[in-house]
């Protein structure tokens, strides 16, 4: 009885510290398909913890709200997703590929607090993190050399 008492904490301890680690992306994280405006970001909302394999555009088809910092390349390709963003904190977005990553807030850019790679998860090559308010939220990715992308958002 001991035995199993022991097992179903430490069964329970290591799904609570499991949930605190961000989702890796996996082939069956949810389809999303990235705006190329912003009237068109609702359908393009990302959800915290939830990797989403996202379909990108033509960098020339997206309007940006602001001009990506990064200058766009010939035969890259970009979108707009939306975030949702509850309590203010740090969050970190994760990144398959190489992407140029700006956040944005009320039509603002926001800055980044940190860049990195999460050594845990082999399929996310770039991590960045921002310290963000309630609200809602628009991630610009331009400059991917694919049409695809996987990408989580986590708080920090």
Same mark, same amino acid.
């Given at each position: 009885?001991?035995?199993?008492?022991?097992c +179903?904490?430490? #069964? +329970? +301890?290591? &799904?609570?510290?499991a *949930?605190?680690?961000?989702a890796? =992306?996996?082939?069956?994280?949810v389809? *999303?398909?990235?705006?190329?405006?912003? =009237?068109?970001l609702e359908?393009?909302?990302?959800?915290?913890?939830?990797?989403a &394999?996202v &379909? +990108?555009? =033509?960098?020339?088809d /997206?309007?940006?709200?602001?001009?990506?910092e990064?200058?766009?390349?010939?035969g890259?390709?970009?979108? *707009?997703?939306?975030?949702d /963003?509850?309590?203010?904190?740090?969050?970190?977005v994760g *990144?398959?590929?190489?992407?140029w990553? !700006?956040?944005?807030? !009320?039509?603002?850019?926001?800055?980044?607090?940190?860049?990195?790679? !999460?050594?845990?998860?082999?399929?996310l090559?770039?991590?960045?993190?921002?310290?963000?308010?309630?609200g809602r939220? /628009?991630?610009?990715? #331009?400059?991917?050399?694919?049409?695809?992308i996987?990408? /989580?958002? #986590?708080r920090?």
């Amino acid at each position: 009885m001991r035995r199993l008492a022991a097992c +179903l904490c430490l #069964s +329970l +301890l290591m &799904t609570g510290a499991a *949930l605190a680690q961000p989702a890796c =992306p996996t082939a069956t994280g949810v389809e *999303l398909k990235a705006a190329t405006a912003s =009237p068109e970001l609702e359908p393009a909302r990302l959800t915290l913890d939830k990797p989403a &394999t996202v &379909t +990108l555009h =033509p960098a020339n088809d /997206v309007r940006f709200l602001i001009a990506p910092e990064k200058a766009r390349s010939e035969g890259s390709f970009g979108g *707009l997703l939306s975030l949702d /963003v509850h309590e203010a904190g740090t969050y970190q977005v994760g *990144l398959s590929q190489g992407a140029w990553l !700006d956040m944005l807030q !009320d039509g603002a850019a926001v800055a980044s607090s940190g860049h990195g790679h !999460d050594a845990q998860c082999a399929s996310l090559r770039k991590m960045v993190a921002f310290s963000l308010k309630p609200g809602r939220h /628009v991630i610009q990715l #331009s400059g991917n050399k694919e049409d695809t992308i996987q990408v /989580v958002v #986590s708080r920090k």
